[in-house]
């Protein structure tokens, strides 16, 4: 009797495990399709961006028969590429410079110090994450305008600055607030500076979460395109996203061109994205998670 | 050191971060509320005429297609982001080689410009040159090709496959931390009890996670409200405002057609819907607790 019942529960045990089994095969392998679907868009993008305009149109799916590397040297220079790639990065470095300096003072601030409308700024900063994006666009324009600021690289690098205050300053508040006293007690009776205390010793011991703050703030500025869209008309003020969109517009014959521009556009953020995925990941959860 | 030098010292440090973020975020919103109260072209004078733009509004057929959209917008990605992130991080959350991999390839959408992501699908849905219209040729199945962001009818939906593909990242990171939080002691007793596969699931995994599902909702909310980039990009809110948003119709009302008062009105009802929104989802997910 009992010979029985240990049968079968072990051809029970059996049979689940077996079910299980394939179970997790279809999962991984339905997981794999998905991977797939997620990166081929992308890697579509730089195979074509290497074709010839006949290839792309006649075999969308095919690698190139010639490696055109003339498409991106053409798309560099005579599309302004080139010109846009550095407005891109200047604008985006001094936003985050900026973004980086005031954030972090505030947040030790916040952090450290005791005042009376300590409660107030914090909230401030904080609701104002509740306001979406695009609805500031209009005034703006409106505000920028009567600045005399459209036009200028000024006229992004505030906004980026704005905008990323407060995800900036949020976990940056968090990460200070860990950080023991008596470091800078100690400090303070070796007779340090305010000022003394804030660059020698919070800005390093803070460094992590600068990182972090730092790829979030410069991969937002160098992927924004409704603010360039509304306050860039210029041609060579004009970002890397905006100039692609534009190109694409313009373009629309020469796709071989246009993809080798958007090849271009990408490049830097995916370096980025593989050399720090850690910090990447955790800085757009973390920014996003905040409001 | 004395008091006022550490006064000076916290003036000194807020002041700039206040008046740049005050400015650029907070002003414009109090603006935009200011100038719907007006009739203005940009150039001419801006005449008052009170509470008469958001009267417009209210009746507006292309408002409140906009806002159906945007509503949209909301759904896909309820449905369309929590379910497969949810999923994925379920078989994901390890930290083996292989599972890693999968997730820097989840998550690489994040990353990219909206632009380029925008150009990419327009490229897939080419109603002659597309990859998608290419590929069902290839499978025999031609009767099947459509204009899939020139026909009105199906143009929005359209829009939902590149709209899920670059968020299910964020949300798949946001379920993995979430579900490496779970004490391993929790797993251990879900074992000895004889709790495995879908029991353990929906028994422990999901409500040990259900915290985070609520914020993903909340953050679906408000993340629609902000894909700009994508359907302009896209569409330009066409063909016929099939594809208009809240956002792209401020944005044509304002510098298309230059009514910049009614444009403003936009703004205004863009800041209030999304306060509302997420002060519904907050009161919604509290309230079983």
């Known amino acids: 009797m009992s010979k029985t019942i240990l049968a079968q529960q072990q051809f029970r045990y059996k049979h689940t495990f077996q079910l299980k089994r394939i179970i997790s095969y279809l999962a991984w392998i339905l997981m794999i399709i998905y991977g797939m679907l997620t990166i081929y868009p992308l890697f579509w993008l730089m195979i074509s961006a290497f074709k010839s305009n006949a290839q792309f149109f006649n075999e969308p799916f095919a690698l190139p028969d010639q490696w055109n590397y003339s498409n991106f040297i053409t798309a560099w220079t005579t599309s302004k590429m080139g010109r846009a790639f550095l407005n891109s990065t200047y604008v985006s470095l001094f936003a985050l410079a900026l973004t980086l300096f005031l954030s972090s003072l505030t947040s030790y601030v916040i952090a450290r110090f005791s005042f009376k409308l300590k409660g107030a700024t914090l909230l401030f900063f904080v609701i104002g994450m509740l306001i979406p994006i695009h609805s500031t666009l209009v005034p703006l324009f409106i505000l920028m305008k009567q600045l005399k600021i459209l036009n200028t690289h000024l006229a992004l690098i505030l906004p980026y600055t704005a905008f990323a205050l407060p995800t900036a300053i949020f976990i940056l508040t968090a990460y200070l607030r860990e950080v023991p006293k008596e470091i800078e007690e100690a400090a303070y009776i070796d007779g340090a500076s305010l000022w003394g205390v804030f660059f020698r010793i919070m800005l390093p011991i803070s460094l992590p979460a600068l990182s972090t703050v730092s790829i979030l703030t410069f991969l937002h500025s160098w992927n924004d395109f409704s603010f360039a869209l509304v306050f860039i008309s210029k041609s060579t003020l004009k970002t890397l996203p905006l100039a692609v969109s534009n190109f694409a517009d313009g373009f629309q014959v020469d796709y071989s061109l246009t993809l080798a521009a958007m090849t271009l556009s990408v490049v830097p953020t995916i370096i980025i994205y593989l050399l720090f995925q850690e910090q990447v990941m955790k800085g757009m959860t973390a920014g996003a998670v905040k409001g | ?289």
């Open chain 2, 1 to 289: 050191m004395n008091v006022s030098t550490i006064k000076r010292f916290i003036a000194l440090a807020l002041a700039p971060s206040l008046v740049l973020y005050a400015l650029f975020v907070f002003v414009p919103v109090i603006w935009s509320a200011y100038y719907s109260l007006f009739n203005w072209k940009g150039i001419s004078e801006a005449t008052f005429i009170g509470f008469q733009n958001y009267v417009e509004l209210v009746q507006d057929d292309i408002f409140w297609r906009a806002l159906k959209n945007n509503v949209v917008f909301v759904l896909a990605s309820v449905l369309g982001q929590v379910p497969i992130a949810l999923m994925l991080s379920i078989v994901l959350f390890k930290n083996n080689f292989f599972q890693r991999l999968l997730r820097t390839a989840v998550f690489m959408p994040m990353v990219l410009s909206t632009v380029v992501i925008g150009l990419i699908w327009s490229y897939i849905y080419h109603p002659q040159i597309g990859l998608l219209n290419f590929l069902l040729d290839f499978l025999k199945l031609g009767h099947l090709k459509l204009q899939w962001t020139s026909d009105a009818n199906i143009a929005i939906y359209a829009l939902i496959p590149p709209l899920i593909w670059s968020y299910v990242g964020l949300y798949l990171i946001i379920f993995i931390s979430a579900l490496q939080n779970i004490p391993n002691e929790l797993n251990d007793a879900a074992k000895i009890d004889g709790a495995t596969g879908l029991t353990k699931l929906v028994k422990i995994t999901l409500p040990m996670i259900w915290g985070t599902i609520q914020v993903a909702i909340i953050l679906c909310i408000s993340g629609s409200l902000k894909s700009f980039d994508l359907v302009y990009i896209m569409t330009k809110g066409g063909p016929a405002h099939a594809t208009e948003l809240l956002a792209t119709y401020m944005y044509n009302a304002t510098f298309s057609t230059y009514r910049y008062g009614y444009g403003s009105t936009i703004s205004t009802a863009i800041v209030i819907i999304s306060l509302l929104l997420i002060g519904i989802s907050q009161w919604l997910t509290n309230k079983p607790k």
